[in-house]
DNA sequence: TCATGTGGCCGTCAGGTACT
DNA sequence: AGTACCTGACGGCCACATGA
């Protein structure tokens, strides 16, 4: 079963209030412990000691468990009227949408737009230059890449390369000092990794290597066109150049895609863990209803 | 100490989908 | 139709754990 599959499972079984479960919590495969701590507001303990609190998951203050299913039946009777409402044009198309396999930020979203306790998968690109920008040297740089290891590298006009680190960024916000120099054959960065000035051609192209593995992250930088050679070597550094180009996007858009998968499948553990919960205390619920009911036939 | 297994992360490719 | 984007699959590398 894959994860949207496990999703759509899922789904089957959760009321609108278990969706108002938060996503900012850690990830969890089975909770340890529960506390009522609200009518509407339950803390479910993690493994690692954190909490979470989930919003009108369990009903616990309810006086009996013959409340839970009206919780279903409003439910089911707003899909109910979502689907009177539907023309039926629109019944095809949603039927292909349905059958296609949704993106993680889609999926997400949905389940925020359905309860606001979920957060947004925002567009992290936006986010990303606010913070760099935020941080990046007085001279105006041209090019901002992000390395695997988070560091962030600011290529200036004037052939400037600034290294700024994750903690750089988020913590205090001071460009890391020292960072900055111009244009070098080769120089170490953070202790770890290996800038190599890797231009072959007339294109910039820089790469990052770790000593250990040497492999290396390419990046490539545009050059102007006026730097190009003849129109057969400008060709072919203009077919490597989109190739490289067309690789970086393809390879922050996986690294993307793997985060925002990571994010995806802990919203799914954490939902486990409150309708996990959920049963164990319906379970319960109905076990105690029966005793007082078999008292009162004695 | 060394070989092996395992899990995590990464880059790349290919195919599907959304958008213009 | 062309392009951009998303994501599963694959293989490689690395760190760590484990047993011989």
């Given at each position: 079963m894959?994860?949207?599959?496990?999703?759509?499972?899922?789904?089957?079984?959760?009321?609108?209030?278990?969706?108002?479960?938060?996503d900012?919590?850690?990830?969890?495969?089975?909770?340890?412990?529960?506390t009522?701590?609200?009518?509407?507001v339950?803390?479910?303990q993690?493994p690692n000691g954190?909490t979470v609190?989930?919003?009108?998951?369990?009903?616990?203050p309810q006086?009996?468990?013959?409340q839970?299913?009206?919780?279903?039946?409003?439910?089911?009777?707003?899909?109910?009227?979502?689907?009177?409402?539907?023309?039926?044009a629109?019944?095809?198309k949603?039927?292909?949408?349905?059958?296609r396999?949704?993106?993680y930020?889609?999926?997400l979203n949905?389940?925020?737009s359905?309860?606001?306790a979920?957060?947004?998968?925002?567009?992290?690109?936006?986010?990303?230059?606010?913070?760099?920008s935020?941080?990046?040297?007085?001279?105006?740089p041209?090019?901002?890449?992000?390395?695997?290891a988070?560091q962030?590298i600011?290529?200036?006009?004037?052939?400037t390369?600034q290294?700024a680190?994750p903690?750089?960024l988020?913590?205090?916000g001071?460009?890391?000092p020292g960072a900055?120099?111009?244009?070098?054959?080769?120089?170490?960065i953070?202790?770890?990794?290996?800038?190599?000035?890797a231009a072959?051609g007339?294109?910039?192209?820089?790469q990052?290597r770790?000593?250990?593995s040497?492999l290396?992250q390419s990046?490539v930088?545009a050059?102007s066109?006026?730097?190009m050679e003849?129109?057969?070597?400008q060709?072919?550094?203009?077919i490597?150049?989109?190739?490289?180009?067309?690789l970086?996007?393809?390879r922050?858009a996986?690294r993307?895609?793997?985060?925002?998968k990571?994010?995806y499948?802990?919203c799914l553990?954490?939902r486990v863990a409150?309708l996990e919960?959920?049963n164990?205390?319906?379970?319960?619920?109905?076990?105690?209803?029966?005793d007082i009911?078999?008292h009162?036939?004695?």
């Amino acid at each position: 079963m894959d994860a949207s599959q496990l999703d759509s499972s899922l789904n089957e079984s959760v009321t609108d209030a278990e969706e108002d479960l938060s996503d900012t919590s850690p990830p969890a495969s089975t909770q340890e412990s529960v506390t009522a701590e609200s009518s509407d507001v339950t803390v479910v303990q993690l493994p690692n000691g954190q909490t979470v609190q989930v919003q009108g998951v369990i009903q616990a203050p309810q006086p009996s468990v013959i409340q839970s299913p009206q919780v279903q039946t409003v439910q089911i009777a707003a899909v109910a009227e979502l689907d009177d409402e539907e023309p039926a044009a629109d019944a095809q198309k949603r039927r292909e949408i349905l059958s296609r396999r949704p993106s993680y930020r889609k999926i997400l979203n949905e389940l925020s737009s359905d309860s606001p306790a979920v957060p947004k998968i925002e567009e992290e690109k936006a986010e990303d230059e606010v913070q760099v920008s935020s941080t990046a040297p007085a001279s105006v740089p041209t090019s901002i890449y992000q390395t695997s290891a988070g560091q962030y590298i600011t290529i200036s006009q004037g052939g400037t390369i600034q290294l700024a680190g994750p903690e750089t960024l988020q913590g205090a916000g001071v460009p890391q000092p020292g960072a900055a120099i111009s244009s070098p054959q080769q120089l170490f960065i953070q202790g770890r990794q290996v800038l190599i000035q890797a231009a072959t051609g007339d294109i910039p192209a820089y790469q990052l290597r770790s000593p250990n593995s040497g492999l290396a992250q390419s990046i490539v930088m545009a050059a102007s066109p006026s730097s190009m050679e003849s129109p057969s070597s400008q060709h072919a550094e203009e077919i490597t150049r989109k190739r490289e180009v067309r690789l970086m996007k393809n390879r922050e858009a996986a690294r993307e895609c793997r985060r925002k998968k990571k994010e995806y499948v802990k919203c799914l553990e954490n939902r486990v863990a409150v309708l996990e919960n959920q049963n164990k205390t319906l379970i319960e619920e109905l076990k105690a209803l029966k005793d007082i009911y078999c008292h009162k036939a004695e």
